[in-house]
């Protein structure tokens, strides 16, 4: 199960040079039946990216749940 973010949530990512990215969800693209398929993601150097959820993982130490192997 992939979780789910919301506007407004800051996040990390790792791009394929291998450096984290953080930045904060500006957007939510959704199927038909409502579930999340997609995220906007601004990064904190103002750089647009787009985003599959299991791409992300929370940045907020409380919610922190890091997918990357």
């Given amino acids: 199960m992939a979780i789910e973010f919301k506007i407004g949530d ?10 984290l990215l953080i930045g904060t969800i500006s957007d939510v693209t959704k199927d038909e039946n409502g579930e999340p398929t997609g995220y906007v993601v601004r990064l904190d150097d ?7 959820p299991d791409e992300i993982a929370h940045l907020d130490l409380d919610r922190l749940q890091v997918k990357f192997a």
């Fill in 10 to 19: 800051r996040v990390i990512y790792r791009d394929i040079g291998e450096r």
């Fill in 46 to 52: 103002e750089r647009i990216l787009g985003c599959i």
